[in-house]
């Protein structure tokens, strides 16, 4: 029996063999998933029932099992039609998160286009989809290195 929170077989797999800088992607319901990711990454589908989990329950556990250097999220466009909201209330959840499990630099938007390009690196290792039902709720993280 394991002692983690993180109790999912595969992503658990993944995770032991992501290495420093490997991407991981975790991604609300409406992510392009199977058309917008690295050419190595494996596609974990979380979808239980509208909004559930969430992104954040996900990086929550994620952030529970290993060190991660850089949370970013999906920067919105400055003409999109969400712009004029200000930043997406999720993104204030990703920062408590990153900072309790101590991520040392802050969450960051990176421009969309930007984002999508990061995703297709061939460092992205794995995508959780989740059924989170918040926009712009995207994280991309940079996976750190244990230390002494």
């Given at each position: 029996?394991?002692?983690?929170?993180?109790?999912?077989?595969?992503?658990?797999?993944?995770?032991?063999?992501?290495?420093?800088?490997a991407?991981?992607?975790?991604?609300?319901?409406?992510?392009p998933?199977?058309?917008?990711?690295?050419?190595?990454?494996?596609?974990?589908?979380?979808?239980?029932?509208?909004?559930?989990?969430?992104?954040?329950?996900?990086?929550?556990?994620?952030?529970?099992?290993?060190?991660?250097?850089?949370?970013?999220?999906?920067?919105?466009?400055?003409?999109d039609?969400?712009?004029?909201?200000?930043?997406?209330?999720?993104?204030k959840?990703?920062?408590?998160?990153?900072?309790?499990s101590?991520v040392a630099?802050?969450v960051?938007?990176?421009?969309?286009?930007?984002?999508?390009?990061?995703?297709?690196?061939?460092?992205?290792?794995?995508?959780?989809?989740t059924?989170?039902?918040?926009?712009?709720?995207?994280?991309l993280?940079?996976?750190?290195?244990?230390?002494?």
């Open positions: 029996m394991l002692k983690t929170t993180l109790l999912h077989p595969e992503i658990l797999r993944i995770c032991a063999r992501a290495g420093h800088h991407k991981i992607l975790i991604a609300d319901g409406n992510y998933a199977s058309t917008k990711r690295g050419a190595s990454a494996e596609v974990v589908c979380l979808q239980l029932t509208p909004g559930v989990p969430t992104v954040a329950q996900v990086l929550s556990a994620i952030l529970s099992v290993m060190p991660i250097d850089v949370v970013n999220t999906m920067g919105i466009p400055a003409d039609p969400y712009a004029k909201f200000g930043e997406p209330p999720a993104w959840e990703f920062r408590a998160l990153a900072k309790e101590g630099d802050s960051e938007p990176i421009s969309k286009w930007d984002f999508y390009k990061a995703v297709e690196s061939p460092d992205h290792v794995l995508t959780i989809q059924a989170d039902q918040a926009l712009w709720a995207n994280v993280l940079t996976v750190g290195c244990r230390t002494a």
